[in-house]
Structure formats: C-alpha cells, structure tokens
C-alpha cells in the first residue's frame, strides 16, 4: 500500500517538473488573491504609451531655450568686456555697438527705401503717397499764434490756438513715442526719412500709436483749450539737436 503511494506521488510530482512548477513552491507558497490597487478604486487605470517622441520634442526645446541663453549671455559679457577694453583696434566695433544701443532704428529712412526700391510702400505703410505735396510750404501743425519763440523755450515753440483744432504732423513718418512725457504730457514724436524729428506735446488727446505710419498733414491729436492747458508744444530735432521751427515752416508771430 505504502509503496503505491509513492508511486503516484512520485508521477505527480514527474508531471509538475515537466510543467515547470516546483512541487516545494507549491507547498511554501500559498496563492493570494490580486486586489485592487489604490488608483483602481477610483476609476483610474494606467494606460502604457510609448512617451519616446514628446520626450524628444521636449528635450529638444529644452536644448534650445539653453543655446539661445548661452548665447545671450555670451553677448552680454562680450559687450561689457568690450566697453571695459582700451585697445585702439576696438575703438571701431565700441562706437558702432555703443550707438546701436542708444540710436532709435531708422524706420522712416527704411520705409523710404523700401518705396524707392520696390516701387510701392511698405505694408504698413498708408496707401497715399507719403511725399506728395512735399515741395510746397509745409505749415503750423495747428492753427494758431506763437506765444513763446525759440528763443525763450529753448528746444521748441509754444502756439496758441484760438479754439479747439486738430494737431497734424508736419510730414509723413512714423511714431516713435505716444503718451505721457514728463515734461509735455500728452507727447507724439514723429520720426521722418531724413532722421530728424518733430514732437508735439501738451496734447488733450492722442488719436495715433506706436509705430504708427502717418502722412503729411495727418491728424495726430487734438488740443482743446482750457484754463490748465491752452497752448501745444512744438519742436524740431535734427541730429540729435533743436531747429528753431521758424526757420523751416511759416509761422504768424504772435504780436
């Protein structure tokens, strides 16, 4: 009796071994129930994608936000220690470096290349033709008398208007500054081919923007005389120095 049962447990544990199942694991070890993880629970299941092409593209823009900062930074220190350098043979790349970080781009004079090469104006650009008339006798932005010359203000005119008018720039251009100055409040400053400027402040309100194309003649604002504010501020830059505004357009003096 005993030697058959040695027999049949002997086959059995012949067919496990065949299976690939070790009879001793099957004793040691018992079998436990899979439960539901935490994420199960609560309706969440993984879902396994292959992440390889976002990591790339991710790791790609990571690259290149740390190039371009490289990059800056090394022009940075390249422009101080440039500066910080006396080399005669640097005097050169200092002074053209120095003034394009202190000189205003030149959009006007770009603007009228652009026309003179390609025949047409720049997109943004009015569709007029921003020199015609140019020839003629160009005029007070706003109808007026001058009440303060050149002379006693130093930098501009002061007109006087009778009542409430518009103020149009003296000729075609674009606006390099539209706001509050500190000293004219309401400020436009027109910026024209030939790189000079006209600015024209204590303005009651402002009808143009930044970078703004604007013909000859065209209304940039308006002046609404009151008793805080009765007069607007005109003046003519021209390589980085004031032009008195009587020598360039006519102008009625005031009595």
Do not use: C
């Not at 603007?111 to 650009?125: D, I, K, R, V």
């Amino acid at each position: 009796m005993d030697k058959g049962i040695k027999k049949v447990r002997k086959s059995i544990n012949q067919r496990k071994k065949m299976r690939g199942l070790n009879p001793r694991d099957t004793h040691s070890k018992p079998y436990l129930p899979s439960f539901p993880q935490e994420e199960e629970k609560h309706g969440y299941f993984p879902i396994f994608t292959d992440n390889t092409g976002t990591s790339k593209n991710t790791s790609q823009r990571i690259s290149g936000f740390a190039v371009k900062g490289i990059l800056s930074v090394m022009l940075f220190l390249g422009t101080a220690l440039l500066f910080q350098t006396d080399a005669e043979l640097l005097t050169g790349p200092k002074k053209w470096t120095g003034n394009a970080l202190t000189e205003e781009f030149p959009f006007a004079s770009v603007n009228q290349w652009y026309q003179e090469t390609f025949g047409a104006p720049m997109a943004l650009t009015p569709s007029k033709d921003q020199d015609e008339d140019e020839e003629k006798s160009l005029a007070l932005p706003v109808s007026g008398s001058v009440s303060e010359s050149f002379q006693a203000n130093g930098t501009g005119i002061m007109i006087a208007p009778e009542k409430a008018s518009n103020v149009s720039s003296l000729r075609g251009g674009v606006v390099i500054f539209a706001g509050n100055d500190t000293e004219t409040n309401k400020t436009v400053i027109v910026q024209h081919a030939d790189s000079s400027k006209t600015v024209y402040g204590y303005l009651s309100s402002i009808d143009v923007h930044l970078y703004q194309f604007v013909d000859k003649n065209q209304m940039l604002g308006k002046i609404e005389p009151s008793t805080e504010n009765d007069m607007v501020y005109f003046a003519i830059e021209k390589e980085n120095e004031y032009v008195d505004p009587v020598q360039v357009i006519k102008v009625d003096d005031s009595p």
